[in-house]
């Protein structure tokens, strides 16, 4: 019996954000700083951000369906909403020599190319016949971190359509991997996920991600910082603090400092 | 770089990654807002502090003072006892006094009677005593008269009564003012010695003093009008009568030398110098 096709046929779902309180960010600021895998992390995110998906509630089943392009932009569509700035000045250190430089990246505009023909389904003739594959997605990702060895073989055994896909993995050879890759990357849809720079310094060729993981999402430290300056002055409980909105916890938050500061001045 | 790697290293950690710029700076710049955020309530701490403390030494006495108010308390409790006690002493006092002064009596009795005896032996002793020497003074008396007789001449003659002898008959009486002045010459060089010593090395141990030079010459020559011989000038009579006589000599055995030496408070400077004088006078000595 064939496994069941679990990959999103929306390659580019549309999504519906949850409302932005202070619990929605403290749900993403843990998922954002969760340990596990990096894919664990983005199910994470996109589960506590996203309330709808593709016409389906959101949570960690629907986004492991969205296809791996899917699930980047997705990621991509979460920073710009809670980051806010399309385009702005970034930095990053060469590799090879460690120097810092600066480049503007536009995250608005990130390019991406849509699926092909057959997605989420590439049909790949192998040495062991005409054999079904299912375009990677978020599920996928997770399980390929679990696994070790060639990244083609490790993915022909998880998006294999055959029931004996993991067996089948391992009989087929190289040129069997090869148009395996090539298949899927033609049904899959792709999105940039780095930029390609020079170094100022050394001149070095490099590929520098695009990791909104990295800086795009709220962090615990914040959250409890402005909980605890609210709650120190206003006596608030912390259900009722974080269930403010946002914006008005960090008013809240950027009063109480500036009483605060005055305070300080006063007293200089 | 094949479709399956490019997913398989998207699902690995970056070994590089943009971030916003300034974002490494980030977490020091809250945590300096956070810091600055915070002196506030720290000094507010701080100042409330010594405004709370008068409070806290209050409650503090409050607790200290608590065993001394229950003591008052029981104080109060206590003084029916004490006043009845107090009574009660008041009433032994005269009792006592009587007891302690007939005690007393007997001893003040004794030392009377010691006082009077004392006296009656002092008056004895003294009676005794002023009996005794008059005897031994009349003892001397009379074994001293047989030594007066013998030394006395039998015809009543002394040396101010008796007669000059023939052979002194031509020569003048000796001025009785020689007795005199060899008396004061002799009597202050002992006295200068000591002096000169305090006046300091210049002046020696027999040096006359210079009023004794500023005396009248009443025993020198009158002068005629002719002057006299350059080594007779200063001759005086008697010199020039008792040439060969020998004046008296005043040997000095021994010198007590008194060094005031100056305190170290007043001298400030003067040790070092009281030492010098103190070194150069016993170098001398």
């Known amino acids: 019996m064939a496994r069941t096709i679990e990959t999103l046929p929306a390659a580019f779902p549309e999504i519906r954000f949850r409302a932005f309180d202070g619990e929605t960010e403290l749900a993403i600021a843990e998922a954002a700083a969760s340990a596990g895998s990096r894919p664990a992390r983005v199910t994470a995110v996109l589960s506590a951000i996203c309330a709808e998906v593709a016409g389906e509630p959101g949570g960690y089943a629907v986004i492991r369906r969205v296809c791996a392009a899917g699930r980047e932009w997705l990621l991509q569509r979460a920073a710009l909403h809670l980051y806010g700035d399309g385009a702005g000045w970034f930095e990053a250190s060469c590799p090879t020599c460690g120097a810092t430089f600066d480049l503007r990246v536009a995250l608005d505009r990130v390019p991406r190319a849509e699926p092909g023909s057959g997605f989420p389904v590439a049909e790949v003739e192998t040495s062991l016949g005409l054999r079904r594959f299912e375009t990677p997605n978020g599920a996928h990702e997770e399980a390929f971190c679990a696994r070790e060895g060639d990244p083609r073989r490790v993915f022909a055994a998880l998006c294999g359509h055959a029931e004996r896909a993991e067996a089948e993995a391992i009989r087929f050879d190289e040129a069997d991997l090869e148009r395996i890759d090539m298949a899927l990357e033609a049904a899959s849809p792709e999105i940039a996920d780095g930029v390609d720079a020079r170094c100022p310094a050394c001149g070095a060729e490099t590929m520098v991600r695009i990791e909104p993981l990295d800086f795009a999402f709220p962090r615990l430290d914040d959250i409890f910082r402005e909980v605890h300056r609210i709650a120190a002055a206003y006596r608030w409980r912390e259900p009722d603090i974080l269930a403010l909105p946002v914006h008005r916890r960090r008013a809240y938050a950027a009063l109480i400092r500036g009483d605060a500061r005055a305070a300080a001045g006063r007293l200089m | ?285």
């Open chain 2, 1 to 285: 770089m094949s479709f399956l790697a490019r997913i398989a290293r998207r699902a690995a950690p970056a070994a590089s990654a943009l971030r916003p710029k300034g974002m490494a700076r980030a977490p020091a710049v809250a945590r300096m807002e956070e810091e600055e955020s915070a002196q506030p309530l720290r000094r507010m701490e701080v100042g409330e502090e010594p405004e709370a403390q008068p409070l806290r030494r209050m409650e503090a006495e409050e607790e200290e003072a608590q065993p001394l108010r229950r003591t008052e308390a029981e104080e109060e409790a206590a003084q029916p006892l004490r006043r009845m006690e107090d009574e009660q002493e008041e009433a032994a006092l005269p009792l006592r006094r009587k007891e302690k002064e007939e005690e007393a009596q007997p001893l003040r009795r004794q030392a009377e009677e010691e006082e009077e005896m004392q006296t009656l032996r002092r008056t004895e002793t003294g009676g005794e005593e002023e009996e005794v020497q008059t005897v031994r003074r009349e003892v001397e008396e009379e074994a001293a008269q047989p030594l007066r007789r013998a030394g006395a001449s039998p015809e009543g003659l002394s040396p101010e009564t008796s007669t000059v002898p023939d052979e002194l008959e031509g020569e003048a009486a000796p001025p009785t003012l020689t007795a005199l002045r060899r008396a004061p010459l002799s009597a202050p060089a002992e006295a200068v010695g000591r002096v000169g010593s305090e006046a300091g090395p210049a002046a020696g141990p027999v040096a006359l003093p210079p009023a004794l030079h500023d005396r009248p010459a009443f025993d020198r020559p009158t002068f005629d009008s002719e002057e006299p011989p350059h080594d007779a000038r200063f001759e005086t009579p008697f010199e020039s009568r008792f040439a060969s006589f020998e004046r008296p000599s005043v040997q000095i055995d021994r010198i007590d030398v008194l060094i005031h030496e100056p305190s170290k408070a007043s001298a400030g400077a003067a040790p070092d110098r009281s030492r010098a004088l103190r070194a150069r006078y016993l170098r001398r000595l």
